[in-house]
């Protein structure tokens, strides 16, 4: 129990002020709860020994408000404390598991759920905002108002005020064996958590496949598995603490009893007074309601460490090495020198050399699953080679810091990513403090300033998740004009034109023809009239680079690129005849 305070301290950060002031109000509660009780002993006191002083019963009445009074106050502003402790702790988490995710390789994502990482961000860390604070603060609280009522029967009584510790060290052991129990059950039931989210993420995002193979009520057998799962992993917890709360009951119940008959028993026998006994019998039902509240709460704690056990293990992710300084390149020369690269076992790209000279055009071809993406987003530090280096401007890229890094490169995807935002701040992406006119000039260069202004709220129209309120081309321009807003030196084109419709091509290419302009570009493109005018073409194949070259000199070769312009002259004179 006591790592698990460790531990949720740690969690919290900068919020450990708040949660220190929510005890420490929660110690002062304590003080006014105790004011009742001299409130009811004065009372009590007066009634039995016949005095009808109106001056003690005004001391018991202004003891009574002042404890009601400051009861009310210390609960308000200790339960303010414990949320902003919440909200914030976790933010402050979700914020750091977002800046994680930006350093580690592409690889990680293709070898860990996505929804792994929503359960934690979410659900996980949800369990943590609602109730670590108020575990914390219930447990700590609880057993300070029990310590200071126990003291109190002690100050009446040390034989009931034994009894009172004897019953508080049984109950701790039965909560300390129940926290040890759920230890195995606790990371199941957040794993089968996040098994839920992923598969209930997996089956929206393809409910268009569902619909259409007619697998409604049919195709979904991972999903209701996940649930039954996830249900199951929450009713095993239920059950092993069912038996251990009610042991805590009893404890409880029976102590509390057992107060009552010895304050009586003492009391008949004339080794208590009257008052001390009917003090102990009113004690009787508070010191133990005390530490039930702390108890409940402890119940909860392995939740609330396995939640934080998963989101702490996120920032064991390796990261792609990230010791490189600021600085900005002499030049934007890119060079390929003995690269070698491999996706798990698999053997993606082999001694790879090539130099790629700033403000030209490399064009880069070959079949599918050659390793061109893989090539372009070695530049970008997606992830790191296996041997050989990658420089720009006769740096390692390994030498630049990440931002500064990325603050060279512009890349512009064939499937184009637009977050449920405006128009205005998907633009700004790249340069997040540009202005209005900024982002209007880069909609206009990239062909897409008329469109956007025949939307609802023109910029301030805000698009659906993935940008799916939008057509293919018209995402392609956005992306371009994000691009072209950034204004980086380096531009790297991944099949920009692959899948865009022949009304939206003219628009497109202007659009990349305006973005190109006097930079180092780097394009992989299927496209004939694309590749042809490129000062460099290399040709990759299985990994390798086969041929390099311009258009004319591996024309003249019979090699790959040859076939692959004649396939492309095929397919273009290609008609149907009807």
């Not at 006097?518 to 490129?534: D, G, P, Q, W, Y």
Request: hydrophobic share 45%.
């Amino acid at each position: 129990m006591i790592k698990t305070f460790k531990k949720l301290w740690i969690f919290a950060g900068k919020e450990k002020g708040n949660i220190n002031k929510s005890v420490i109000i929660g110690f002062i509660y304590a003080i006014f709860s105790m004011l009742e009780i001299i409130s009811i002993y004065l009372v009590l006191s007066a009634t039995l020994e016949g005095n009808q002083d109106l001056g003690i019963s005004l001391q018991a009445f202004i003891l009574l408000v002042v404890s009601i009074m400051g009861k009310a106050t210390t609960k308000y502003f200790s339960q303010l404390q414990q949320t902003h402790a919440g909200y914030f702790m976790v933010a402050n988490k979700r914020i750091k598991i977002a800046d994680k995710i930006k350093r580690v390789p592409m690889g990680y994502f293709n070898d860990n759920s996505l929804g792994e990482i929503t359960g934690v961000s979410t659900t996980g860390l949800e369990t943590v905002e609602m109730i670590a604070p108020m575990v914390l603060v219930n447990v700590l609280s609880g057993f300070i108002n029990a310590l200071i009522f126990t003291v109190m029967i002690l100050a009446f009584d040390w034989r009931i005020g034994t009894l009172v510790l004897a019953g508080t060290i049984i109950f701790l052991m039965i909560s300390s064996l129940m926290e040890e129990k759920s230890a195995t059950l606790a990371p199941k039931r957040q794993k089968s958590q996040g098994v839920m989210v992923s598969a209930v993420l997996e089956y929206i995002q393809g409910m268009s496949i569902v619909k259409s193979f007619n697998l409604t009520r049919k195709g979904d057998k991972t999903l209701r598995d996940s649930l039954e799962n996830n249900c199951q992993s929450n009713l095993n917890i239920e059950k092993l603490f069912t038996p251990y709360i009610i042991m805590q009951e009893l404890v409880l119940q029976i102590f509390s009893v057992a107060m009552i008959l010895l304050s009586v028993n003492f009391y008949l026998n004339e080794t208590m007074t009257l008052v001390n006994a009917l003090m102990m019998v009113i004690m009787s039902f508070l010191v133990f309601s005390h530490i039930h509240s702390a108890g409940s709460s402890i119940s909860l704690l392995r939740i609330v460490s396995s939640s934080m056990d998963e989101a702490n293990r996120l920032d064991t992710i390796p990261e792609i090495d990230e010791k490189g300084t600021n600085m900005e390149p002499k030049n934007h020369n890119i060079e390929f020198n003995n690269v070698d690269f491999s996706y798990e076992e698999r053997k993606i790209l082999s001694d790879i050399n090539v130099k790629i000279p700033e403000k030209t055009t490399t064009a880069i071809v070959g079949p599918s699953g050659s390793g061109k993406t893989t090539l372009c987003n070695l530049i970008a530090r997606f992830w790191d080679v296996d041997s050989g280096s990658i420089t720009i401007g006769d740096k390692n890229i390994k030498d630049y810091s990440l931002e500064s890094l990325m603050n060279q490169i512009s890349m512009v995807f064939q499937n184009v990513y637009l977050f449920a935002d405006t128009i205005e701040n998907n633009i700004k992406f790249g340069k997040p403090y540009a202005s209005r006119q900024d982002v209007i000039k880069a909609a206009k260069n990239a062909c897409c300033h008329e469109f956007i202004m025949e939307l609802p709220n023109d910029y301030d129209t805000v698009i659906g998740e993935g940008g799916d309120t939008l057509s293919g081309g018209e995402k392609q321009r956005l992306s371009i004009a994000r691009a072209l807003l950034k204004d980086a030196p380096i531009v790297i084109l991944d099949e920009a034109t692959a899948n865009v419709d022949p009304e939206n091509e003219d628009k497109l290419q202007k659009a990349i023809e305006v973005l190109t302009h006097n930079k180092t570009i780097i394009m992989i493109a299927h496209r004939l009239k694309t590749v042809r005018s490129a000062e460099q073409i290399l040709v990759v194949d299985k990994g390798s680079i086969v041929e390099k070259g311009n258009h004319n000199e591996l024309i003249a070769t019979d090699g790959i690129y040859k076939k692959f312009v004649m396939g492309r002259k095929t397919a273009a004179n290609w008609k149907l005849n009807v």
